[in-house]
């Protein structure tokens, strides 16, 4: 055995892919919390995979991790997904191992320290606020004025984010912001001034603190709940924005001391510049890499893969980016979301959508039994369609065009609403 990788949380398949492409010289133990078993894909194929509760302490993480050290030493911590990177953070720590540090991490998902962080270096001064009621919410108001983007201090997927147009709109916001979703930690509600302009994700990949941008992405979301419709690969820039996007990030990453791996960057370029949303230390979702993957040859899932194991990847990154033979034309992903509230019981026309010019995929993400209902989230999306076209422009028209070709039947309740004493 040459590595022995610590994988903390669990990124689908990408442990799987680190054991195979390392082969027998490569050890693999995942370490996550409890309900994340089921979700391990080939558990049989790792050395071994450890459960600790998921309100345990850091030193309930460390100790088991540090007991296998001891017996057989890890060489390296990989973490793929939003949840638990801050544990792999404190295990690499305690253990003297390379991973990001707990104090990347901590302005990575804690919006609040990222917004002071970026004021602090330089890069940002948009004004924000950690709010405890909606008193305070509407003070930040009064002071900062609007609109402004009220949403959870940690979390992804358009969980619970609003904007505030009027004060008046306060105390919906907070409500909205407040929820209980699960899904997300719950770290309070923030607020910060809303930045009006379209909106980009940058996907980046670095390594020995050089930062590459592999793309940069269009983004299409919901006007109210600001849940993400669609995305194209590559967005329609001129050399002068590219360049200012290029540069912000860069200098981003740098101030949040991000020094390696795949980083998806959220940002919105205003008359004034670009200024971000929230960015992340783990790949994108909503099928974003493969669109990446697609139009620049690039294979971002690849590259972390081979720099989890301590393959340097930075040189290929560029010949490939630079490469003639790569079809560059730009890719769409276009969500569907049902009009109706109910339980969903048949998709229909992903076959019909598949085949029309320029799709690449088309893909159900609910299934018969889901509840479908409002848009709140990005889980509220019930299948999706990736279509190629000669410029932006035409690949989002051809998905668009594909999604308009699926029909969901759903299942509504006859029953009425009304007192008990009706019955």
């Known amino acids: 055995m040459t590595q022995h990788v610590l994988i903390v949380g669990g990124g689908r398949e990408i442990p799987g892919l680190i054991r195979e492409a390392g082969g027998p010289d490569v050890a693999t133990t995942i370490l996550c919390r409890m309900d994340m078993i089921p979700k391990i894909r080939r558990p049989g194929q790792h050395d071994r995979v450890i459960a600790v509760r998921s309100d345990a302490p850091d030193e309930e993480w460390i100790a088991p991790a540090a007991a296998v050290h001891a017996r057989t030493p890890f060489t390296r911590v990989g973490t793929f997904g939003e949840r638990d990177q801050d544990r792999a953070a404190a295990v690499a720590k305690a253990l003297g191992l390379p991973c990001h540090t707990p104090e990347t991490i901590a302005w990575v998902h804690d919006k609040h320290a990222m917004r002071r962080r970026l004021t602090e270096t330089g890069v940002d001064d948009t004004p924000v606020a950690r709010v405890a009621d909606p008193g305070r919410l509407r003070a930040f108001i009064a002071e900062h ?14 969980f619970g984010v609003s904007v505030v147009r009027s004060p008046e709109e306060a105390d919906a916001a907070f409500a909205r912001a407040a929820r209980d979703f699960e899904v997300i930690p719950d770290a309070g509600v923030l607020v910060e001034r809303f930045h009006e302009g379209p909106q980009f994700s940058v996907e980046a990949f670095s390594e020995d603190g050089e930062h590459e941008i592999l793309a940069v992405t269009r983004k299409f979301s ?44 959220e940002i919105v370029l205003t008359d004034a510049g670009p200024r971000v949303i929230e960015t992340h230390v783990r790949p994108a979702g909503d099928e974003i890499p493969y669109l990446v993957h697609d139009v620049t040859g690039v294979d971002v899932i690849d590259c972390i893969v081979r720099q989890t194991l301590g393959e340097p990847v930075l040189a290929d990154i560029r010949k490939t980016l630079a490469d003639p033979d790569v079809d560059r034309r730009p890719e769409a992903i276009w969500f569907a979301v049902p009009q109706a509230r109910g339980e969903l019981t048949e998709v229909n026309g992903l076959e019909k959508a598949a085949a029309l010019p320029g799709v690449v995929a088309a893909e159900a993400l609910l299934a018969p039994g889901d509840e479908v209902g409002d848009l709140d989230s990005s889980e509220s999306r019930a299948a999706f369609v990736r279509a190629r076209g000669a410029d932006a422009a035409e690949a989002v028209a051809r998905a668009r065009a594909a999604v308009a070709e699926l029909d969901f039947v759903v299942r509504v309740s006859g029953a009425a609403a009304g007192p008990d004493s009706w019955v």
């Open 145 to 158: 004025g609007t609109p402004c983007v009220v949403k959870p201090a940690q979390g992804a997927g358009s």
């Open 222 to 265: 919901d006007p109210v709940g600001f849940v993400e419709l669609g995305h194209v690969v590559p967005a329609a820039l001129t050399p002068e924005q590219s360049g200012l996007v290029h540069g912000y990030v860069r200098r981003l990453l740098d101030a949040l001391g991000v020094d390696h791996g795949v980083t998806h960057t």
